[in-house]
């Protein structure tokens, strides 16, 4: 995921990226987030359906397999991914997993 944000700074001047933690809910429903956001070059809509289909990429360097590889990853954990983009402005791919009751 910050390979990706990196890869989205690339033109801009100013880049950031942002790396959040946090726990959502309580008991059994609680849940972890980790939120990895940048100020890049967002993600075209046509193209966020298709971003965890393995080979699909826009990078020439790219294979197209990190973001499908790391969704079923987070999947075997019972956790989900999602992402939130706006082309030109920003992306924020957040991975969603259940949290350990205390």
Not at 6 to 35: F, H
Not at 60 to 76: R, V
Not at 85 to 92: D, V
Request: charged share 25%; net charge positive.
């Amino acid at each position: 995921l910050l390979h990706n944000a990196q890869n989205a700074l690339e033109q801009s001047k100013e880049g950031l990226i942002r790396v959040s933690i946090s726990k959502e809910g309580r008991g059994p429903r609680a849940e972890v987030v980790l939120n990895v956001e940048d100020n890049g070059c967002g993600v075209k809509k046509e193209h966020l359906e298709k971003l965890f289909i393995p080979f699909f990429t826009t990078s020439p360097k790219g294979t197209g397999l990190g973001l499908s590889i790391s969704q079923k990853i987070i999947e075997a954990h019972r956790g989900r991914m999602e992402v939130t983009s706006e082309e030109g402005r920003f992306t924020k791919v957040s991975v969603i997993l259940p949290g350990k009751e205390s």
